[in-house]
Structure formats: structure tokens, C-alpha cells
């Protein structure tokens, strides 16, 4: 059974944002002033509604940081999981069953600050979840967590001094295999990259329930 991340959202509140590079939804901002960024997103587009969407999204708003650059001119800047854009503070619940794989505070402007990665089974196969933007006391939490139960609070939303310097959303991602990594796996790639992460990260929609 899949248990919803977000239980006190329901479908009506959900509204899909078009954060790509010919989206609406950035037109007309400043993406490098995060207070304007995140003004916005909360004040004027979504206005008490929950900011959906992103999976495979091609997005310019990564150049605000050096954190997406490659060696080579394969800049990343397609991602790879859901964002859930909703207020800070809002408590995180995990969608499966599973156990504690990995966490980590990933400092750096444009980074995902507190994350959390879980392992569960599903469907005969071993598949991770991320959680990325988190408030920093979510590791403090989770440190004292091995086994999660599906509906289990992991964490919560962080504010942009703890979240990387992003608006205040929630990265959701899952991954079938995570090549050595722990505390963090890459959220964005390029497009040269983007038919192996593509095959390894599932679109997560197909896990994420909302109240009707």
C-alpha cells in the first residue's frame, strides 16, 4: 500500500507548475533572488494551493548555481524527480514500508540541504526514495530511526537558509540502483546523462497519493 507523503493535501489544493525553460511559471523573476523566487511561487501563483510537478523537466534556474556544473559544457539541467512546493515546516510522511539507507546535510547554495534516503522493496525489487530540502532538525529525527512504516512521519520542509536557498518545496525522487551514493544521488542531469537517469529513476508520480 502506498501512503501519501503530504496526508493533509488533497487533489483540489494541487496545482501543476511549469518550471521549465519556455514555462510561464518563471518568466517574470529574478530565479537568482530567492526571496523574489520564492514571493512569487507562494504570493502570487499558487496563493494558499500546492505547486506540483517537474519530473524530466528542462530548467534554466539551475544556472544560479555552480552545483549543476559538469566539466564539460553538458550542463545539467533536467530533473529528475517531483517537487512539491508548499509551505516550511510541513511534515514529511514516507509512501512505503522500508528502512533508514542513508542521510546527509548537503550544504551549498542550490544544493538539498537536509536529505534523507529510505530503502524499501517493491514489487520483487529493491528501490530507494529521496527526499531532499528538508528542515535540519528532519536528520536529527531520522538518526533515531532504522525500520519506517508506510505513513510515518520522516521530516519536515525547510526554510531557504537550510534548504539549499530554494523556496520552500519538497524534491521527491526514487532511484533503482544508487551507485555507491549515500546522504545524496544527483536530482539533475544532462542531456547527454539523461538516458541512464531516465531508465534508474522512475517518475515518481506513480507513488505520490493526495486525499480527495
Not at 507562494?42 to 510537478?53: A, C, P, S, T
Not at 537536509?114 to 536528520?139: D, F, R
Amino acid at each position: 500500500m502506498i501512503h501519501p507523503v503530504f496526508p493533509s493535501i488533497r487533489k483540489d489544493e494541487l496545482i501543476q507548475l511549469d518550471l521549465s525553460v519556455t514555462g510561464e511559471h518563471v518568466a517574470h523573476i529574478d530565479i537568482f533572488d530567492t526571496a523574489q523566487f520564492t514571493s512569487y511561487l507562494f504570493d502570487e501563483v499558487l496563493q494558499g494551493k500546492v505547486g506540483i510537478g517537474g519530473y524530466l523537466e528542462h530548467r534554466n534556474f539551475y544556472a544560479r548555481s555552480p552545483h549543476f556544473e559538469t566539466n564539460t559544457t553538458d550542463f545539467r539541467n533536467i530533473h529528475l524527480g517531483i517537487d512539491i512546493w508548499t509551505d516550511a515546516g510541513r511534515a514529511i510522511h514516507a509512501p512505503l514500508t522500508g528502512k533508514v539507507h542513508s542521510y546527509a546535510n548537503n550544504t551549498g547554495y542550490g544544493n538539498y540541504g537536509s536529505t534523507i534516503i529510505l530503502e524499501h522493496e517493491w514489487e520483487g525489487s529493491v528501490l530507494y526514495s529521496l527526499y531532499g530540502h528538508l528542515a535540519a532538525k528532519s536528520l536529527a529525527h531520522i538518526s533515531n530511526l532504522t525500520k519506517i512504516d508506510a505513513g510515518q512521519c520522516i521530516g519536515w520542509l525547510g526554510h531557504p537558509e537550510e534548504n539549499g536557498n530554494w523556496p520552500p518545496h519538497l524534491h521527491f525522487q526514487f532511484m533503482y540502483s544508487m551507485q555507491e551514493w549515500k546522504g545524496d544521488y544527483p536530482g539533475v542531469c544532462s542531456t547527454k546523462e539523461l538516458p541512464f537517469y531516465q531508465s534508474n529513476c522512475p517518475n515518481p508520480m506513480d507513488f505520490l497519493r493526495f486525499t480527495k
